[in-house]
């Protein structure tokens, strides 16, 4: 039966609070970061979980360590207080947040050189009807 987990953390990255969202699903994670601007509330967050999750981007899934064990509620309380004071993300998520980057930045440079060279066809057409205009003496 296959498993999945999800967790957010959300932490203040000079100037903006940030949310990193971490899903893991067959043994792989995957990540996706928002910015909320100003410090959001927790109704802000649960209202932005219910109607934005589906939208997110998610980077490509890397392999990780899934641990299974069943904590007692009290250990998990404090787990959870202990995370709320740490600061920063996983290395694992910041991993799969650069591989997401880079294929971002890939798809960009892709894009743009393409419509670089459809204005550089254009242009070219361009000046060829304006000589050809031009011969006819018109």
Same mark, same amino acid.
């Given at each position: 039966?296959?498993?999945?987990?999800?967790?957010?953390?959300?932490?203040?990255?000079?100037?903006?609070?940030?949310?990193?969202?971490?899903?893991?699903?067959?043994?792989?994670?995957?990540?996706?970061?928002?910015?909320?601007?100003?410090?959001?509330?927790?109704?802000?967050?649960?209202?932005?979980?219910?109607?934005?999750?589906?939208?997110?981007?998610?980077?490509?899934?890397?392999?990780?360590?899934? !641990?299974?064990? *069943? @904590?007692?509620? =009290?250990? $998990?309380? /404090?787990?959870?207080?202990?995370?709320?004071?740490?600061?920063?993300?996983?290395?694992?998520?910041?991993?799969?947040?650069?591989?997401?980057?880079?294929?971002?930045?890939?798809?960009?440079?892709?894009?743009?050189?393409?419509?670089?060279?459809?204005?550089?066809?254009?242009?070219?057409?361009? !000046?060829?009807? *304006? @000589?050809?205009? =031009?011969? $006819?003496? /018109?």
């Amino acid at each position: 039966m296959d498993k999945e987990t999800g967790k957010l953390t959300v932490y203040f990255e000079e100037p903006f609070w940030v949310g990193i969202f971490e899903k893991i699903a067959n043994g792989k994670l995957s990540v996706a970061k928002v910015t909320f601007g100003a410090e959001p509330k927790d109704y802000e967050v649960k209202e932005f979980i219910l109607k934005h999750y589906y939208h997110l981007r998610f980077s490509p899934a890397v392999a990780t360590v899934v !641990k299974e064990s *069943k @904590k007692n509620p =009290k250990r $998990r309380q /404090r787990d959870a207080k202990k995370q709320l004071q740490n600061v920063g993300i996983g290395t694992k998520s910041q991993q799969a947040l650069k591989i997401q980057q880079e294929q971002n930045k890939q798809e960009r440079k892709v894009r743009s050189r393409e419509q670089k060279l459809a204005e550089a066809e254009k242009m070219f057409e361009l !000046k060829q009807q *304006k @000589k050809k205009e =031009k011969h $006819r003496g /018109r």
